[in-house]
Structures are given as C-alpha cells and as structure tokens.
C-alpha cells in the first residue's frame, strides 16, 4: 500500500489591518505589526465602540441644539392687513418675541373659515430681538387675490 501525502487544504489570507501585509484570515495583524502575537480586538468591541461614539455625538448635538434657542419665543402674532396685489395678496404680520434671546420664527397664514381644510402658507419671519414687536409683509398666492380674514400662528423654534 502506498500511502499519499496527506493535503492540507489552502488558508485564505486578507491584509493586515495596519499596513497591508498578507495575514491569515483568524488574525487581524500581521506578525510584523503583532510580533508578540497579542489577541485581536473582537469585532463586537469594535462595533460598541463606534455605536458609543455616535451616540455621545447625537446626545451633544440635542444638548447644543437646545442651548442654540433657549430663550427664544413665544411668538404671539396678529395679522395686521391683507390688501389685494397682483394674483395674489399682500398680507402684513405683526410678530412679538415674548423671550429672552433674539431669535425667527416660522409662521403659518391659513384661512380660518376653511376649517382645516383650505390652503395655507409658511414664511419666515425676520430676526426679532427679545421684547419686541415687527411689522412685515409678505405676497402669498394660496388664497386667491380677493381679499379675506386671516389667521396667524408663529411656532417656537
């Protein structure tokens, strides 16, 4: 009987995670970059570490956020005049910023008669410092160029 010399089956390689070399694929590092053949980070570490990390940063941003506009609003606002202006109307606002930090808000102009259902429109308002009162206008084409009674609603930021 003659005996074959016993096959070993080829191991599969991939680069060393820190300059390139070829390495098995059970070892992160190659033996240049690991010479004392240290245990390899498990991927589960790796992974919580980086979900930690996105994490704080989400946390840090809502915090900076909330600081950002802190103070700014409550916005009470009152429509001041709707006049007629090409195909649309010219509606003039008056914003109060009721806080303690300037700040804009966004407003809504609906149609109060339409119960929820008609058209609406969104504008920003200019910067108003704490305590005090703007007068603008703006042109809107949502509710026709006949004019009507308006309602406003400014949100805080």
Known sequence: ??????????QGTHGCARCGASTT?????????NPLGLRDVASSQVHGTAFVGVLVAVVLLAVFARVAVSGVGPFPASVSGVQPSGAGLEVSMTVTNSGTAAGQTR???SDPSGRGLG????MLSPRIEPGETVTFSTQVAEFGSAPIALAIECSQP
């Open 1 to 10: 009987m003659t005996s074959e010399p016993a096959t070993v089956a080829p």
């Open 25 to 33: 694929l059970d070892r992160g590092l190659c033996e240049d970059c």
């Open 107 to 109: 407003c809504r102009l």
């Open 119 to 122: 058209g609406s429109a969104l």
